[in-house]
Every structure is written in structure tokens, then in C-alpha cells.
């Protein structure tokens, strides 16, 4: 009779797991978008925001794993001062037109019980790649009260150098660490 309790236990679980997948999720436009802040001058903080993105999230909860695969348009850069957005699009710094995206691909998800702490992947600005670490600072998922859909929602961010990326315009009156910050939702695809 135990060996067949514990068989039991044994197949339940097995099934349990084998019936948890990766979930597809997509990046909804309309509610992520990307932020940098950067010292400026040793007077204040300046910050950017990138108003279009792109990308597809996939997530597997039970077994703690996933992928984030995020672009994001470089021409879609706001400042809120016309001159100065024109000037960041230029040669001098995002260089859109030889550059039009900055492109995020996870290499590893971190988890703490349900929730996602971390987030690790390689990071393209400028057509240059470097590893970068977000450290997630809020997340949750179910159904959206509004649309009806599943949907999982992030905040995340780190600091990088933009050095190493090769923009070095007016370094260091414009600080060589940059923060950036992503606010991201997505919807689970049909």
C-alpha cells in the first residue's frame, strides 16, 4: 500500500510538471518603455525616454526559467526639448540613423519564490554588445481587469558606462555612469 501512495505522489508530481510550459508573452507598446538618467554638468540629473518598443517575453513559472528579447527605436528618443532630442539622435551620441535600435537579449532569469529578481542578458548600443545585469525592482502577472488578458508587468533597471559602448561625447561634464530603467508590460500571445 505505501509503494503505491508513493508511486502516486511520485506520478502527480511528474504530471504536475510536465503540464507547466513556457508561456509567449508580448511586449505591449503602449504600457513599456526604456529610461536613462545621466548626470549632467555635476548639476543635475537628465533623463531620456524611449517611447517605442518591440519584443516578446517568455516565461515558464513553475520551473523558474524564461527569456526577454526587447528592442527598442532609437528615433523614438524623447527629451522634451527639440534641439536637444535632434542633438542625441545625431553622430554625437545614439546615432540613429547608422543605429536605429538598442536591442536586449536575456541569458538568464533569477527567481525568489514567484517572483523575478534579476534579469542578465547582453545589451547592443551602438553595434556594441555587453553583458548587463537589471536588477527587477517589481513584477506581477494575471489577468488584466481592463483588456481581460493575461499580462505579467516589470520594473527593472542598472547603470551601465556609456564608454563602453563607445559614446564618449563630452565625457566627463556628461557622467560616464548611465541608469536605465525599463518599465515593461506584456500580454500573452494568441
Known amino acids: 500500500m ?13 504530471a504536475g510538471a510536465a503540464l507547466a510550459a513556457p508561456v509567449s508573452y508580448s511586449v505591449d507598446p503602449t504600457h513599456t518603455v ?4 545621466v548626470r549632467h554638468l555635476g548639476f543635475s540629473v537628465q533623463s531620456g525616454v524611449f517611447t517605442k518598443t518591440a519584443g516578446t517575453v517568455v516565461l515558464d513559472t513553475e ?5 526577454v528579447d526587447i ?6 528618443l524623447q527629451t522634451y526639448l ?3 532630442d ?56 494575471g489577468k488584466n ?12 533597471e542598472t547603470t551601465i558606462k556609456r564608454s563602453d559602448f563607445g559614446m ?9 555612469d548611465v541608469t536605465l530603467k525599463v518599465a515593461i508590460e506584456a500580454v500573452k500571445a494568441q
Do not use: C, W
Request: hydrophobic residues 40%.
Open 145 to 156: 481587469p481592463m483588456s481581460g488578458q493575461e499580462t505579467y508587468g516589470a520594473n527593472a
Open 63 to 67: 520551473a523558474k526559467k524564461g527569456s
Open 168 to 176: 564618449k561625447t563630452f565625457l566627463p561634464a556628461i557622467a560616464d
Open 86 to 141: 535632434n542633438h542625441l539622435k545625431s553622430k554625437d551620441f545614439f546615432n540613429v540613423a547608422q543605429f536605429p535600435t538598442i536591442t536586449f537579449k536575456s541569458t538568464d532569469l533569477k527567481f525568489a519564490g514567484d517572483k523575478l529578481t534579476s534579469v542578465s542578458g547582453n545589451l547592443t548600443i551602438l553595434g556594441v554588445t555587453k553583458p548587463v545585469t537589471l536588477t527587477v525592482t517589481n513584477f506581477g502577472g
Open 71 to 76: 528592442t527598442i527605436d532609437t528615433n523614438s
Open 34 to 37: 526604456a529610461q536613462y538618467d
Open 82 to 84: 527639440a534641439a536637444r
Open 2 to 14: 505505501m509503494k503505491k501512495v508513493l508511486f502516486a505522489a511520485a506520478f502527480s508530481a511528474f
